[in-house]
């Protein structure tokens, strides 16, 4: 469990890119998040993903999986996309 300086710190560190972490990725899970506050010391173990979301809660930080968007390299994309014929 995250005391309250801890999960300050947490809402900080979310407040960062992962990649400024040395991380592959430009968006944070919970998962990733408990990794990255254990390697930067802000844990003195590494947390599961629910020990996260509940100090997130407590800081009333709303948690939401980001979406995934699919989009074509298509110029035309958007057009046959909304169903219009030329």
Known sequence: MLAGTQAERLRALLHRSPREFGKPTS???????????????????????????????????????????????????ARKKSGVTA
Do not use: C, M, N
């Open 27 to 77: 968006l944070w899970s919970l998962t990733l998040a408990a990794e990255v506050a254990f390697e930067q010391g802000l844990t003195e173990r590494q947390l599961s993903h629910e020990s996260i979301r509940q100090a997130l809660i407590r800081l009333g930080v709303g948690w939401k999986r980001a979406k995934t968007w699919i989009t074509s390299p298509d110029p035309h994309y």
